[in-house]
């Protein structure tokens, strides 16, 4: 159990403040050793020592006037006019005004101001003092220091049962205050007993939270409203959605019908930049991101289902994790879902199918983290799985930068409110790793140990000089950056802009010259097929025409002989006998061969012979 106890003490009572410092050692007194002395003393045996094992311990009390303090305001609603006069009504202000102007001493007050006000006039038309005098001159090299961080304060969960922080919100006037949300995400793994408390914390009192929000489910996020700070919204764990008032308390004002709320746990709520201030949407895992407003919360107003198939059936939406909404773009929100895929929507689309624009694929888990780049919207930020990815909205088909592969899981990220080229990034380690860059690509510029156990959310101030984590032990950390993790850099704005471009540009070739090899690849695979079926019949046939060709011409000298045998044979036999001592008969010449048109003719015999189709056609 830890003790903690506030001294409360006005600073006129504590003294003068104690200024100490280092020093070097000083020899102040030197006693050289006397012999003579040491004649005089006498060597005393035995010794006796009594010896005590604890230590010496006193208890002391005082009693402190306690101090208490309140804070109270005051509504100004007009001033300058009495009771009975209606400053909404003309009439009455300008016949008050007639009496005032009548009134001595009204003309006499105007006589000695108009007097001082001309003086001052007359100033300001003589000399400009917003005139830069200097503005031509370089601007002086800074010294670039080493990054750094430092912790300021920790606020621990006051409960014996210790729970995650899962979500942290600053005050939106000052920054002043911090909301932290605690909830066990383990599925029936909760404690017996563990409390379903939420705190808001005053940063300048760690160790006793200002209010205790009571929901009646724990609080997975929780948010400051923008434009009224005293309100505050809550996505609750059993899928409900809560708003809380700090001027009524710590109960819940107003809380949604669990028939109309989410089916899982509210992952995610956001303002909208209304006129009102009173609108804001929520996601969770079971696949729908639901439009309310809180003045009523029985049911939400619009209702959109994660199916990127278009067909707005439940049960095949995606979860949904993150949610992002850039007032510069009112149309648009993107929604970072648990199978890594972000989803960009037009929320003026009348049907929630096409709300749906287009998806962003590249992580292999859950998006924890989506943010657009606060001085370049096209550009956002997620973080999932073991890596952190910029995107831009020009390339679709991958990022256009990312981080290493981690040892450990990130869990969440965020844009540096200042400085358009720095982000930072929790893992399961409990490392917060600031990332710039301009400076360095391949690893963080700054890797910090915050804590032993995981952290779980971080969320950055304003001014981007402090930044707080919350761990999985329900510990909040703040920590401040050093001056130049928090201050515009010359030319960061168009060095970060020229990044971005460059590397846009380098997706987009790339992503050309993989479309285009693709596109040949399938081409290739298409044409072997083609050719395939077509050179393998052309190489067959011109086999069986040379073949043909080969068995018509034997056919015909087989023909020929033959017909030449027959000829000569009937020839001899109808020739007369002849002497051998007379002269010589005379011979027959053999046949003339003639081809026309696949026909032999022979000046005996006429052979016709008629070549296939077949193979007339293939030739």
């Known amino acids: 159990m830890e003790i903690v106890y506030v001294y409360v003490k006005k600073r006129s009572e504590f003294g003068k403040q104690c ?109 400009d003092i917003y005139q830069e005098y200097f503005d031509d001159e370089d601007a002086v090299e800074v010294t670039e220091e080493a990054p750094s961080a430092k912790t300021i304060n920790v606020f621990r969960d006051p409960q014996e049962i210790k729970r995650p922080a899962t979500h942290l919100s600053w005050h939106p006037d000052g920054n002043r205050k911090l909301a932290v949300a605690y909830s066990c995400l383990d599925f029936q793994r909760a404690p017996e007993g563990m409390s379903h408390e939420s705190y808001i914390w005053d940063l300048e009192n760690p160790n006793r939270p200002e209010i205790a929000l009571k929901p009646s489910s724990s609080l ?80 939400p107003t619009e209702v959109v289902i994660m199916d990127i198939t278009k067909k707005e059936q439940l049960e095949n939406a995606l979860g949904a994790i993150s ?61 999932g799985d073991w890596t952190a990815r910029i995107w831009s909205e020009d390339s679709r088909e991958s990022s256009i930068m990312w981080t290493k592969y981690h040892m450990a899981y990130l869990t969440d990220g965020a844009w540096s409110p200042v400085r358009p080229a720095v982000f930072f990034t929790t893992k399961m380690d409990g490392t917060l790793d600031i990332w710039d860059f301009v400076f360095k690509q391949c690893d963080p510029a700054l890797s910090l140990k915050v804590c032993d156990e995981a952290l779980f959310c971080l969320r950055v101030q304003d001014n981007g000089c402090f930044i707080a984590c919350g761990s999985q032990l329900g510990t909040a950390t703040l920590l401040e950056v050093s001056h130049g993790l928090c201050t515009l850099q010359r030319n960061e704005k168009n060095t970060a802009s020229s990044i971005f471009e460059r590397e846009t540009r380098r997706e987009k ?77 005379p011979q027959r010449t053999m046949p003339t061969l003639t081809p026309f048109c696949g026909a032999l003719r022979l000046t005996d015999t006429v052979l016709m012979l008629e070549v296939p189709n077949v193979l007339l056609t293939a030739a």
């Open 509 to 585: 070739i790339l992503e050309a010259r993989h479309r285009e090899m693709r596109l040949k690849e399938k081409g290739k695979v298409e044409g072997r097929d083609d050719d395939l079926r077509e050179e393998q019949p052309a190489v067959n046939l011109e086999e069986l025409v040379s073949k043909a060709e080969e068995e018509f011409f034997d056919i015909i000298f087989t023909e020929l002989k033959k017909k030449e045998a027959e000829a000569m044979k009937s020839k001899l036999l109808r020739a007369p006998p002849t002497h051998t001592s007379g002269p010589s008969s």
């Open 220 to 299: 997975v996020t929780l948010e400051y409203n923008p434009k009224d700070s005293h309100v505050l919204l809550g996505g609750c764990y059993n899928g409900q959605i809560a708003c809380w008032d700090t001027r009524k308390g710590s109960l819940v004002a107003e809380l949604s019908t669990i028939e109309f709320s989410h089916r899982d746990p509210v992952y995610s709520t956001i303002w909208l930049q209304s006129k009102t201030g009173t609108e804001c949407f929520s996601a969770s895992t079971d696949g729908q991101v639901m439009w309310w407003d809180i003045r009523k919360l029985s049911e």
């Open 323 to 383: 949610l992002e909404f850039e007032s510069t773009l009112p149309t648009k929100f993107m929604v970072g879902t648990e199978q890594g895929i972000v989803i960009s929507c037009n929320r003026k689309a009348k049907t929630s199918a096409e709300k749906i624009l287009y998806t962003f694929s590249g992580h292999h888990g859950p998006i924890y983290a989506l943010q657009r780049n606060p001085f370049y919207p096209k550009n956002f930020l997620t973080v």
């Open 19 to 127: 200024n100490f410092s280092d020093r070097q050692a000083e020899l102040n007194i030197d006693i050289p050793p006397n012999p003579e002395l040491a004649e005089q003393f006498v060597e005393r045996n035995p010794v006796d020592t009594g010896i005590q094992c604890s230590t010496s311990m006193s208890e002391h009390e005082a009693n402190t006037e306690r101090f208490e303090m309140e804070t109270r305001g005051v509504n100004h609603v007009e001033g300058g006019w009495p009771k009975d006069v209606n400053p909404l009504e003309l009439e009455q202000t300008i016949r008050f005004r007639k009496k005032v102007e009548k009134d001595e001493n009204y003309i006499n007050a105007i006589m000695q101001l108009g007097s001082i006000m001309e003086h001052c006039i007359k100033q300001n038309n003589a000399i």
